[in-house]
């Protein structure tokens, strides 16, 4: 369970976090799990149920749909979010493209994390409302 | 060393094909498989007998996985082993089942020495082959690839090493005046906590377990740590078998014992006394907490020495290493971890983190898992691969998503698997991240999973022309799976890869 000093450190230069008090991030630190994967390897899974949120520590992966690659995450991106608040399987695949560090946190806690943290959740409306622009843009 | 002359001890420095480091369960466990496959190893352990952990660890005695000495099947039976928690596995029945025979049934947990007295029992009796008092102290990799493991005993060279070094080592986190606190692991006998105000920081099982144990003694017991107990939750974890009779106190307003959400900023010195100065999280504002004795339960990390200079990649700080869906470093070929270690595999993280990884009774299945990957990948020798008759394939599947403790108890993390590669086979337990992820022939996985309204039910993972597609079925009431109802959807889900095996 990560929760030192430089989880903390590291928590608070991520932009989803950057709003919350020092005793506020400790709390999120000693709530979220971390786990790493090597490049190459799955970490989301379209089509299959029941994903968690993950925020990127360390590292970068493709999003990406029958092996083609559609946008590129690194420190500080977040996904999975999407299958959480829906209640639906992935869309899409990600898979580390480096050795990939996330700090993770299952499905069902994300409701009640997001209640206790409004910023995080406004900070993460913020960066949902910015994709959906993008998407648009590409549509018109 | 006691008890053992040195010249009886095996495994002199040398060369083997893996080398199993530590003694406690994941280390038993390891070496039992790694024999039983025929494989060249080598066990070493820098204590002076079995046992790991269990001989100094829980401090307040009581296990939190139960292991029930009356139970419809017989000890030595696979069924039994759903049961029991606590001991290890052997094909031999006089090493199977064995943590009951020495529970006194005070409770259907045991105690640390019960366990303790097991897992000797279990290298007597399996037996398991060790060279005590031989300290692991460097490890490096020769130019062919080969490890080095330097110890006090001398040099041993293998292919792949398997490190069950638990999860032991003390973790404080860097917070002024920690240092002045002791551990978890240095906690006085309980009587000398009488009448004194105790403060301890964590709210985990260790956390819980010492201030369980000091409420007799104590005059106060205050727990502090950033993250609130979830009540919902908590009801579910092991630590709610014995500890959590603080928390029960607290939400009464009984008196004496505080379970406070806040984040620690320093430990002062005031006079004989310690001030703990904090900052409440759940609820905001400034907390100063005096304690006659403060105690840091933070918890543990892998005693990991030079490995991460080799390129083991670790999770959380650098307590827990990487590791694969075979336990493999995720950064280091070779370099394996069972035992408590083992937790730092991902798995298919779905509702919940899969499997039970980090205690006996989910790691002692991965180290059978490991023993017979490292003796695949290391030394060619295949799995057992049974075929099965066609018209089996569906009774084959609901016997093991009734009865398998591989699948309840390492829920969501291994599955079983058929394949119809070269007519159906019996692939044996692959880790579920592993199946869906690979690219083979087509296939079933069975698993238990853990559904998102906290039910427990069987889901199949079927991998046709390359697509995985999974199917949920309704939970039973009684987890009773072979009936005619799951049999047809069974048979539904399966038909065209049956189809084709016919």
């Keep these: 369970m990560a929760a030192s000093e430089e989880t903390v450190s590291v928590l608070g230069r991520l932009a989803l976090f950057a709003d919350l008090s020092l005793p506020a991030l400790e709390s999120v630190a000693h709530t979220l799990d971390e786990v790493a994967f090597p490049p190459e390897s799955r970490v989301l899974r379209r089509d299959l149920s029941g994903a968690a949120f993950y925020v990127i520590r360390d590292g970068e992966a493709n999003v990406s749909i029958d092996g083609r ?49 409004p910023t995080v959740m406004y900070r993460m409306l913020q960066d949902e409302a910015r994709r959906l622009r993008i998407a648009n843009t590409w549509q018109g | 060393m006691a008890g053992v002359a040195a ?10 094909g893996v080398v199993v480091v530590g003694s406690g369960p994941g280390g038993l466990q390891t070496a039992y498989c790694l024999a039983r496959l025929g494989i060249d190893y080598a066990a070493i352990s820098a204590d002076d007998a079995p046992g790991g952990m269990f001989a100094r660890m829980p401090i307040f005695e009581r296990l939190i996985s139960p292991t029930k000495p009356s139970a419809p099947f017989d000890r030595t039976s696979r069924d039994y082993q759903r049961y029991d928690h606590n001991s290890l596995l052997a094909d031999e029945e006089g090493a199977r089942g064995l943590v009951p025979e020495f529970m006194d049934r005070s409770f259907d947990v045991p105690s640390r020495a019960e366990m303790h007295m097991a897992l000797q029992a279990f290298a007597e009796r399996a037996p398991v082959r060790v060279r005590y008092g031989c300290r692991w102290e460097s490890t490096r990799r020769e130019d062919d690839g080969m490890l080095v493991l330097g110890t006090s005993d001398g040099e041993y060279r293998c292919r792949a090493a398997v490190f069950a070094i638990g999860v032991t080592e003390p973790w404080k986190p860097k917070v002024p005046g920690f240092d002045m606190a002791p551990h978890y692991a240095e906690t006085r006998p309980p009587r000398e906590y009488e009448g004194r105000r105790v403060t301890i920081i964590g709210k985990r099982n260790s956390g819980f377990e010492i201030a369980n144990g000091l409420l007799p003694w104590a005059r106060e017991v205050v727990m502090l740590s950033p993250r609130p107990v979830n009540t919902s939750s908590i009801a579910l974890l092991p630590i709610r078998t014995r500890y959590l009779q603080p928390y029960d106190e607290y939400a009464r307003g009984l008196g004496g014992a505080y379970v406070l959400d806040a984040a620690i900023e320093r430990v002062d010195r005031a006079g004989e006394a310690f001030r703990v100065v904090a900052q409440g999280t759940t609820k905001p504002g400034p907390l100063s907490i005096e ?38 470093s995720i950064s280091a070929p070779g370099v394996y971890f069972a035992g408590n270690a083992s937790g730092g595999a991902a798995g298919l993280l779905k509702v919940e983190r899969a499997g039970q990884s980090t205690s006996v009774n989910g790691f002692r299945y991965n180290a059978r898992l490991l023993a017979q990957r490292i003796a695949e990948r290391h030394f060619d020798v295949p799995r057992e691969r049974a075929a099965i008759e066609p018209g089996r394939i569906v009774s084959f599947l609901l016997d093991e998503l009734t009865h398998s403790p591989e699948l309840w108890v390492q829920r969501g993390y291994l599955a079983r698997v058929v394949s119809f590669g070269d007519g159906p086979r019996d692939e044996g337990y692959e880790p579920l991240t592993y199946f869906v992820d690979a690219t083979g022939p087509d296939a079933v996985a069975a698993a238990v999973e853990l559904a998102p309204d906290a039910s427990i039910a069987p889901v199949l993972y079927v991998r046709r022309g390359g697509n995985i597609t999974e199917h949920q079925l309704a939970p039973h009431p009684l987890h009773v799976y072979e009936t005619d109802d799951y049999r047809a959807e069974l048979e539904h889900a399966l038909s065209a890869l049956v189809r084709i095996a016919v």
């Design chain 1, 69 to 117: 690659p559609l946008a590129t995450l690194a420190r500080g991106d977040f996904f999975g979010e999407i299958a959480v608040l829906t209640g639906q399987p992935p869309g899409a695949d990600v898979i580390a493209t480096t050795l990939l560090r996330c700090f993770t946190l299952p499905g069902p806690e994300v409701e009640p994390f997001l209640i206790q943290h």
């Design chain 2, 7 to 16: 010249g009886e001890q095996p495994f002199p420095p040398g060369d083997y």
């Design chain 2, 291 to 328: 304690a006659d004795d403060v105690i840091i339960a933070t918890g543990f990390r892998t005693p990991l020495l030079d490995l991460p200079e080799l390129g083991v990649a670790t999770v959380s700080d650098g307590r827990i290493p990487a590791l694969t869906p075979f336990f493999e």
